[in-house]
């Protein structure tokens, strides 16, 4: 991935081929299929890596690959477009936009920071982003990876020790855009937001953390990142 955001595409296309010739399983292979294919310069080489692509997702069917479905739809409904095929690009258009809809993860879920609070308290939107300080956020995010609430909590602002709390989403929640489909495909780190409080319901104490070297390495490529935050 690194090659490919350098520009050295063939190279990239090399190591992504590789990576499906080594996978040792479907979620693996899902993931080396779904970068083989738009390293395709062949239309119909494209359509069948996406469709390879799709199938192991199907057969995965859990909320990391699933919210790569519509996605995957879409680029198979252009491939035929490109093939003078609109029978079946309306049908993956269609299959598209019936794919699309609300998560369905069961959780738990989980949302890292350095705020001291309590079982009953709720966290709520409306606070400066931890990455764009002059960005008032308008959702609440939380994860079902306790890992990756660790990390937010390691990299969130202030003083406070890091802290990790178990939360229920109290309204309608959606896939992060900020990184579903953006570098990976679908939704692997299940990372959520929502407009309505979360309510915190425990707190873990034990988790994965990060050496300081590596959290002073996320510090500064968040640093850099130019991208901007979908709000």
Same mark, same amino acid.
């Given at each position: @991935?690194?090659? *490919? &955001?350098?520009?050295?595409? &063939?190279?990239? %296309? ?9 996978? +040792?399983?479907?979620? *693996?292979?899902? @993931? ?10 062949? $239309? +119909? /080489?494209?359509?069948?890596? #996406? ?20 996605? #995957? ?13 609109? %029978? =079946?690009?309306?049908t ?15 959780g ?7 705020? /001291?609070?309590?079982?009953? /308290? ?7 982003? =931890?990455?764009?300080s002059? #960005? #008032? @956020?308008n959702?609440?995010?939380? +994860?079902?990876l ?15 020790? &890091? ?7 109290? %309204?309608?929640? *959606?896939?992060?855009?900020? $990184? ?30 990060? +050496?300081? *070297?590596d ?5 500064e ?6 991208? &901007?935050?979908?709000?």
């Amino acid at each position: @991935m690194d090659l *490919e &955001e350098k520009g050295r595409l &063939e190279e990239a %296309g090399n190591l992504f081929l590789q990576a499906w010739n080594e996978a +040792t399983n479907e979620f *693996e292979k899902f @993931m080396a299929a779904y970068y083989v294919a738009r390293h395709q310069k062949n $239309v +119909t /080489d494209q359509l069948k890596w #996406l469709q390879t692509a799709l199938q192991l997702a199907l057969k995965i069917n859990n909320p990391s690959v699933n919210a790569a479905l519509p996605n #995957l739809y879409t680029g198979i409904a252009k491939c035929y477009e490109e093939l003078n095929d609109p %029978g =079946n690009a309306k049908t993956n258009y269609e299959l598209a936009k019936s794919s699309t809809g609300k998560p369905s993860d069961p959780g738990p879920f989980y949302h890292g920071t350095r705020a /001291d609070l309590k079982v009953g /308290d709720f966290l709520t939107a409306g606070y400066n982003s =931890n990455y764009q300080s002059d #960005l #008032l @956020m308008n959702h609440i995010y939380f +994860t079902a990876l306790l890992n990756g609430a660790g990390l937010a909590a390691a990299l969130a602002k202030g003083d406070g020790h &890091e802290r990790v709390y178990i939360v229920e989403p109290t %309204g309608s929640f *959606e896939n992060d855009p900020n $990184v579903t489909d953006k570098k990976f495909p679908g939704n692997p780190t299940r990372s959520y937001r929502t407009e309505a409080p979360l309510k915190i319901v425990g707190e873990v104490t034990d988790w994965a953390k990060q +050496t300081p *070297e590596d959290i002073q390495k996320w510090r500064e490529k968040l640093a850099n990142n130019k991208g &901007e935050i979908i709000n």
